[in-house]
């Protein structure tokens, strides 16, 4: 291909580290465009071709765009479901690709930010970053003092003990908790670890982005306001585009 981008900085650009480091990706097979498995030296149309590192897609889109979804019961968050299940991508209309920032399990509700820019999806989700995730979660019975106190410290789950939370009783039986790491249905296996399961578990924050206005199954864009506040909670606030959203 001659004409286009070249592919390493196609990647770099979309997060996966420096040209160099992409290159070495590349060299290694592990990145594919359009289901064939790309060389040194391809050019590609980042807006157009379907780019994958390690069978996974990548957010190579050069314009950015940044949505936030109110995500109902029932929906997984995936690009595609074999099982025929609505996913998160169905319900945001964008205009470019886009995929989801991090994972709501299927019957957890809340707010999830689908986009197509990979570095600051990877800030994100990635564990140094330490992004607070607020969670309202209706459990089983009315936890003890006691309870309480063993979410907010830490308790022992099968892969590792859990780092502090900010957990606190909101009325008989309804909690709020705030994490900070992202394990795998990690609220509802806490709960589960103090005698109390999950019911119905809603996020109602990420970071600095909140929104109790969005309807179930409802999007929007993110300002350009929120969009600084997310990446200056990660640290890379000089990267905002200037073709954002106001």
Same mark, same amino acid.
């Given at each position: 291909?001659?004409?286009?981008? /070249?592919?390493?900085? #196609?990647?770099?650009?979309?997060?996966?580290?420096? /040209?160099?480091?992409?290159?070495?990706?590349?060299?290694?097979?592990? $990145?594919?465009?359009?289901?064939?498995?790309?060389?040194?030296?391809?050019? %590609?149309?980042?807006?157009?071709? *379907?780019?994958?590192?390690?069978?996974?897609?990548?957010?190579?889109?050069?314009? #950015? %765009?940044?949505? !936030?979804?109110?995500?109902?019961?029932?929906?997984?968050?995936?690009?595609?479901?074999?099982?025929?299940?609505?996913? %998160? !991508?169905?319900?945001?209309? +964008?205009?470019?690709?886009?995929?989801?920032?991090?994972?709501?399990?299927?019957?957890?509700?809340?707010?999830?930010?689908?986009?197509?820019?990979? /570095?600051?999806?990877?800030?994100?989700?990635?564990?140094?970053?330490?992004?607070?995730?607020?969670?309202?979660?209706? *459990?089983?019975?009315?936890?003890?003092?006691?309870?309480?106190?063993?979410?907010?410290?830490?308790?022992?789950?099968?892969?590792?003990?859990?780092?502090?939370?900010? *957990?606190?009783? *909101?009325?008989?039986?309804?909690?709020?908790? %705030?994490?900070?790491?992202?394990?795998?249905?990690?609220?509802?296996?806490?709960?589960?670890? $103090?005698?109390?399961? $999950?019911?119905?578990? $809603?996020? #109602?924050?990420?970071?600095?982005?909140?929104?109790? #206005?969005? +309807?179930?199954?409802?999007?929007?864009?993110?300002?350009?306001?929120?969009? /600084?506040? !997310?990446?200056?909670?990660?640290?890379? +606030?000089?990267?905002?585009?200037?073709?954002?959203?106001?």
């Amino acid at each position: 291909m001659d004409e286009g981008e /070249r592919l390493q900085k #196609t990647l770099a650009r979309a997060g996966f580290g420096s /040209r160099r480091a992409c290159e070495i990706l590349i060299s290694e097979g592990r $990145v594919t465009i359009d289901g064939r498995v790309a060389e040194l030296g391809n050019r %590609v149309d980042p807006d157009v071709q *379907v780019i994958c590192v390690d069978g996974s897609l990548a957010p190579t889109a050069q314009n #950015t %765009v940044y949505f !936030l979804l109110n995500k109902p019961d029932g929906v997984v968050t995936t690009a595609s479901d074999p099982q025929g299940r609505t996913t %998160v !991508l169905e319900l945001v209309e +964008s205009p470019v690709r886009i995929f989801p920032v991090g994972r709501l399990d299927m019957n957890t509700e809340g707010l999830l930010i689908l986009t197509n820019d990979g /570095r600051l999806a990877h800030l994100l989700t990635h564990p140094s970053s330490g992004i607070p995730k607020e969670y309202l979660a209706r *459990v089983e019975g009315d936890p003890s003092p006691a309870a309480l106190r063993r979410l907010r410290e830490g308790v022992e789950l099968d892969d590792g003990m859990t780092s502090p939370a900010q *957990v606190s009783r *909101v009325s008989e039986g309804l909690l709020r908790i %705030v994490i900070h790491e992202g394990r795998n249905r990690q609220v509802r296996r806490m709960c589960a670890a $103090v005698g109390h399961d $999950v019911t119905r578990l $809603v996020r #109602t924050r990420i970071g600095p982005i909140q929104d109790a #206005t969005l +309807s179930p199954g409802s999007s929007r864009q993110l300002s350009l306001a929120e969009v /600084r506040r !997310l990446m200056e909670a990660v640290g890379m +606030s000089d990267a905002i585009a200037s073709t954002m959203p106001t």
